[in-house]
């Protein structure tokens, strides 16, 4: 089992910047394939951005590509969103969730579907004022 807790979230001007951390406990996240989604009211989960768990292949969501990144400090056991140039389309819970590598379908058709991830943070808040 991983648990996984978020933090960072908060309010911030357009423009503005946050770092959003995802901390695990209970297994090593340099296992696990990981991943950033968010949740605007009345909307469904939508992917932002995947980390593979080897860090050979990251992928972002069009509509952050360029203003948000992520990372992971497996030393730490934490992985990070790193979000600029914010938005207010960008206000939204965000989430970080994980499944373990190995999988028998291909990481490249799957990263971005909500479904496919076992494990969940409680999400964070992220607002962006105009």
């Known amino acids: 089992q991983v648990q996984l807790v978020e933090s960072g979230g908060g309010l911030v001007q357009a423009g503005g910047s946050l770092r959003l951390s995802c901390a695990a406990s209970g297994r090593t996240i340099s296992d696990y394939n990981m991943a950033w989604f968010r949740q605007a009211p009345g909307k469904e989960r939508e992917f932002v951005a995947a980390n593979r768990w080897s860090g050979a292949d990251i992928y972002y969501a069009d509509s952050v590509k360029g203003r948000f990144t992520i990372s992971r400090d497996n030393a730490k056991n934490t992985v990070y969103l790193q979000m600029d140039s914010l938005k207010p389309e960008d206000t939204a819970v965000y989430y970080c969730?994980?499944?373990?590598?190995?999988?028998?379908?291909?990481?490249?058709?799957?990263?971005?579907?909500?479904?496919?991830?076992?494990?969940w943070g409680q999400g964070t808040q992220v607002t962006v004022s105009s």
């Open positions: 969730a994980g499944y373990y590598k190995y999988s028998t379908t291909a990481y490249s058709s799957i990263y971005y579907r909500p479904t496919r991830y076992d494990y």
